[in-house]
């Protein structure tokens, strides 16, 4: 007997490692420069979690105020970020309800379109507060 959803969805096995980084941190794809190239190649080391060690905490909070200012690292930290957790938790997601990725991300965007258009209760706007 096949399997359900079957080629429907993609192996939701560990991450694959950032084995391109070394090249994607120097090529973002936001098309703006990075004016600080130095930094920036310091990206695969934070993703990899060695700028935490011993030695390289003033690397890390250089790199840190630096990805604040700039649009093409920071666009690489978003980058990394929905391939590392985003994209896996909708793949997971997906597999669990037996649909495609595109299919969750559809209905998802109609939910987010229907709770927009609908009014929050006024005591729930003091809640937020």
Do not use: W, Y
Not at 33 to 60: I, W
């Amino acid at each position: 007997m096949p399997e359900p959803n079957r080629g429907r969805t993609q192996n939701l096995g560990a991450p694959k490692p950032d084995s391109h980084l070394g090249t994607f941190a120097t090529k973002p794809k936001t098309g703006v420069p990075c004016g600080h190239p130095e930094l920036q190649k310091l990206l695969p080391a934070l993703f990899a979690g060695s700028l935490a060690k011993t030695g390289r905490q003033v690397e890390r909070r250089r790199l840190e105020r630096h990805v604040r200012t700039c649009a093409a690292c920071r666009a690489i930290c978003v980058e990394h970020a929905h391939r590392t957790v985003t994209l896996p938790i909708l793949k997971e997601a997906a597999q669990q309800f037996g649909i495609t990725v595109p299919e969750l991300q559809r209905s998802l965007e109609r939910s987010a379109a229907r709770m927009a258009r609908t009014p929050m209760p006024a005591a729930s706007c003091h809640a937020l507060r």
